[in-house]
Nanobody, 123 residues
């Protein structure tokens, strides 16, 4: 079973950038497709981005296309989410997730989750 730990969240002004990291342990992340989700209190956890097992394919939610980039370094057992041109609406807790199956955009598609990292976009 894989354990996931996110880091890199924080407070940033609108238009700024952050890079989130998701470090895996217990198993190699190369065995998993990976996803990023985010959640605002009182709302459903929503899909942000996903990357295939070896990183050859990526998928993004429409509102982050062109601003966010998901990548992975299987040698470091880490997945990243580079977030540029951040907007107030990007404020949320961001979670990484892993799946042994094919990647997906639904919470139920992923079996393993990190604890989340807070991203706050504010002026």
């Amino acid at each position: 079973q894989v354990q996931l730990v996110e880091s890199g969240g924080g407070l940033v002004q609108p238009g700024g950038s952050l890079r989130l990291s998701c470090a895996g342990s217990g198993r190699a992340l190369s065995s998993y497709a990976m996803g990023w989700f985010r959640q605002v209190p009182g709302t459903e956890r929503e899909f942000v981005a996903a990357i295939s097992w070896i990183g050859g394919s990526t998928l993004y939610e429409d509102s982050v296309k062109g601003r966010f980039t998901v990548s992975r370094d299987n040698a470091k057992n880490t997945v990243y989410l580079q977030m540029n041109s951040l907007e107030l609406e990007d404020t949320a807790v961001y979670y990484c997730a892993a799946t042994r199956g094919g990647w997906g955009t639904k919470r139920g598609d992923y079996q393993y989750w990190g604890q989340g990292t807070q991203v706050t976009v504010s002026s």
